[in-house]
């Protein structure tokens, strides 16, 4: 089983509120008015004399002892005639005790039931061998070549895989491996960030630094370091991340940053991705929270502050954002790369600042409404025969041909409207109280359509795993001989798969949106759907040395394998399947948001 799950290090302090020394007196005051005897004593006129004559004694007493403080300390404690009613007052403290992945066994609700607490279990040994390839092949690398049994750095040499993965055996209570990746992490990562070269802004920022934030809010057991090794580390890199912003000319960033130098430049051809720019806001928010500096968060967020200005298509906006001109590039506008994260930090960084508590933030808000409605008119369609419901493209801007193309990506979005509908909530709770515009019933519909395009888009190839990118079969496009493998699906002549789109790279998209809408819908076949899912990849994708593979084929089996396993297979998908299969106590959607790379981020109290 796993174990409990932290809420915050801040927390501890005020949780132990409730295991304060209590004074003699006020022990035995409590221990006279509670015994079983009282009701005799009151029950007779000398009993009730007495009582009073005891009750009378006792405020003397503490009148008295309160004279040795005349001071009142501000924001605590107020006096009245020399008596400290904020002593007497205090109600003990209704936040969760703060306990360590390293304290006991989970406690969360008891609805979970034996089967799918076996089912978590498998996702938490699948993770620990997946680790065990990437410690005996590649420790320190950023990404793992199971087949080759070697290492590789893709992302920067800032050992991605080891911070990708950090808070996700944490939630899982694997104490080892919080203790080895932690104890990776204070050695060598301050010294790999002084001394490496180029990193792209966005990818650092979503797994590196985000990795280090939600760490730091969830460490503090016995395993690994202490949790302010985590926050300095995030600082350091935080700080050379941000000559990205510093260097540009205008309130876009450039792509990416030489930090050794703290320097930044455009990427090839100048432009930078839209998506890139506008996902980093969670992380530099928190940042700044936590450590107190308001710089990270100011530079973050001048990028939406500066896109809200910008001209768009129905609240869509083009892939492509120069940071020169601060102006929008070409007309390509879709929800999957390059443009998805756009959307989902939208919503994420409104819920993250206190949602419609704090209206600094309502411009998000109201672009993410706007931007949702136009999807549901520009982007989505039917196919044909059996009419899923998928978003498309609009390569050409809105006065373009639409293209029926449908990234695996965009599978983020059926969890994204969900959350935007109910905020986090259960949708029955949100009916009850009637939290739900007619908008927001839209948009939840269409989250439960999409999803299920996105589960069709494996149970249609013979793997039972998605391709990289699907077509969808509509009365304008038709391609034959390009089905996914699986002759008995039901959708197998609605789903186009091209030759080049078949591969797999163990990504979390899909099963990141049937996690969401799990918790808010509380349908269980986002759970049977999402197992499914899980032994496809334990059949196709698992290396006999350890660790997990991506795949060239998803149509084909057995499939030939690529030669590499992503740092979002632990970050993400495994991750969102344990947390799928596991208590809704752990990580709750109304207390926590997961920037674009799973890691979570408390939300703000205001």
């Known amino acids: 089983m796993s174990k409990s799950l932290p809420y915050s290090v801040k927390d501890v302090h005020y949780d132990n509120a409730k295991f304060r020394h209590r004074s003699p007196l006020k022990v035995l005051s409590q221990s006279l008015l509670t015994l079983n005897t009282k009701r005799d004593y009151a029950s007779c006129s000398t009993g009730k004399f007495l009582i009073l004559i005891l009750i009378f004694g006792i405020a003397c007493l503490m009148l008295m002892g309160t004279n040795d403080s005349p001071l009142n300390e501000k924001g605590k404690v107020t006096f009245v005639g020399g008596f400290r009613l904020g002593r007497l007052l ?14 006991g066994q989970l406690k969360g609700n008891t609805t979970n039931s034996p089967k ?20 005996k092949y ?33 939630i899982m209570g694997h104490g080892n491996i919080v203790s080895e990746a932690g104890s990776w992490v204070e050695a060598h990562l301050l010294e790999r960030i002084s001394q490496k070269g180029q990193v792209n802004l966005f990818e650092t920022t979503i797994r590196v630094l985000g990795g280090l934030l939600s760490a730091y809010h969830l460490s503090g057991g016995d395993h690994g370091p202490k949790p302010d090794v985590y926050l300095n580390v995030a600082k350091d890199l935080a700080d050379r991340l941000l000559s990205a912003f510093n260097s540009s000319p205008t309130a876009v960033p450039y792509s990416d940053v030489i930090l050794r130098e703290s320097t930044a430049h455009p990427a090839p051809g100048g432009m930078s991705s839209t998506a890139e720019v506008a996902s980093v806001q969670l992380e530099f928010n928190y940042l700044s929270a936590v450590s107190g500096d308001p710089k990270y968060s100011a530079e973050a967020m001048k990028v939406l502050a500066h896109i809200k200005t910008l001209p768009k298509t129905e609240g869509l906006v083009p892939i492509y954002i120069s940071p020169h001109s601060g102006e929008f590039v070409g007309e390509n506008i879709r ?43 520009l982007l989505v369609r039917k196919s044909i025969p059996k009419g899923l419901v998928f978003v498309g493209e609009l390569p050409y801007g809105s006065k373009g041909e639409f293209s029926p193309k449908m990234d695996h990506l ?59 990118i699907a077509y969808f079969h509509t009365e304008e496009y038709s391609e034959d001989g390009l089905e996914g493998g699986n002759k008995s699906s039901a959708y197998a002549k609605d789903i186009i798969i091209k030759h080049a789109d078949r591969h797999n790279l163990l990504r979390p998209e899909t099963v990141e949106s049937l996690f969401v809408l799990y918790r808010i819908t509380k349908d269980t076949k986002y759970r049977e759907q999402g197992w499914q899912i899980f032994e496809a990849f334990e059949k196709h994708t698992k290396v006999k040395s350890g660790g997990y593979t991506s795949l060239d084929d998803v149509t084909e089996v057995p499939p ?23 208590d809704d106590s752990v990580i709750p959607l109304d207390k926590f948001v997961f920037n674009t790379e799973a890691h979570p981020l408390p939300i703000r109290n205001i």
């Open 90 to 103: 205090r109600k003990p403290p209704r936040l969760p005790p703060r306990l360590s992945p390293d304290d």
């Open 138 to 170: 590649a420790m320190g690398y950023d990404e793992l070549m199971p087949i080759s049994q070697r290492g590789v750095d893709g992302l920067g040499g800032l050992g991605a895989t080891v911070v990708d993965a950090l808070d996700t055996a944490m």
């Open 116 to 135: 799918w607490a076996a089912r978590q279990q498998s996702v938490k040994e699948a993770f620990d061998y997946a680790w065990s390839g990437y410690r």
């Open 410 to 468: 965009v599978c983020f979005l059926p969890g994204t409207l969900a959350l935007g509908a109910t905020k986090g909530l259960t949708k029955e709770k949100a009916l009850a109280e009637n939290l739900l515009s007619f908008e927001d019933l839209e948009n939840l519909k269409l989250a439960e359509d999409l999803a299920k395009a996105c589960f069709e888009m494996y149970e249609v190839t013979a793997t039972g795993l998605a391709p990289e």
């Open 335 to 377: 929800m999957g790369s390059r443009g998805d994260s756009y959307y989902e930090y939208l919503i994420k960084v409104w819920l993250q600042q206190g949602g419609k508590l704090n209206s600094n933030f309502t411009y998000l808000h109201d672009m993410y409404t706007e931007a949702m409605k136009g999807v549901r008119h």
């Open 560 to 582: 030939h394998r690529r030669d590499k396993m992503e740092t979002f297979f632990l970050g993400e998908t495994l991750k969102y399947l344990y947390l799928l299969f596991g």
